[in-house]
Nanobody, 116 residues
Framework: QTQLVESGGGLVQPGGSLRLSCTASGFTLNYFTVGWFRQTPGKEREGVSCISNSDDSTVYADSVKGRFTISRDNAKNTVYLQMNSLKPEDTAVYYC?????????WGKGTLVTVSS
């Protein structure tokens, strides 16, 4: 079965850390550019970070630069999003997306809540 599954969300206090995982099954994630997005009720989905399939170059939204890190583990067919110094405004459902020029996949999301 071809799918992307996010995991690692949860409740964390401000200033805390979480690591999100995006694991693929049925296809090889290393061949895809992978992005993390987030969405809160009433707002559009926004891009958080992505990692290229060509050279593993990375891009971050200004709001998360210096706090979030995206990385790959090809052996586990997984892309991670390490989130440090979390803020209440980081609260959202986080989704991962994998795409090439001809294919794209979305996961169903994982909820991150930053609250004291």
């Amino acid at each position: 079965q071809t799918q992307l599954v996010e995991s690692g969300g949860g409740l964390v206090q401000p200033g805390g850390s979480l690591r999100l995982s995006c694991t693929a099954s049925g296809f090889t994630l290393n061949y895809f550019t992978v992005g993390w997005f987030r969405q809160t009720p009433g707002k559009e989905r926004e891009g958080v970070s992505c990692i290229s399939n060509s050279d593993d170059s990375t891009v971050y939204a200004d709001s998360v630069k210096g706090r979030f890190t995206i990385s790959r583990d090809n052996a586990k067919n997984t892309v991670y999003l390490q989130m440090n110094s979390l803020k209440p405004e980081d609260t959202a459902v986080y989704y991962c997306n994998a795409e090439t020029s001809t294919k794209y996949y979305w996961g169903k999301g994982t909820l991150v809540t930053v609250s004291s």
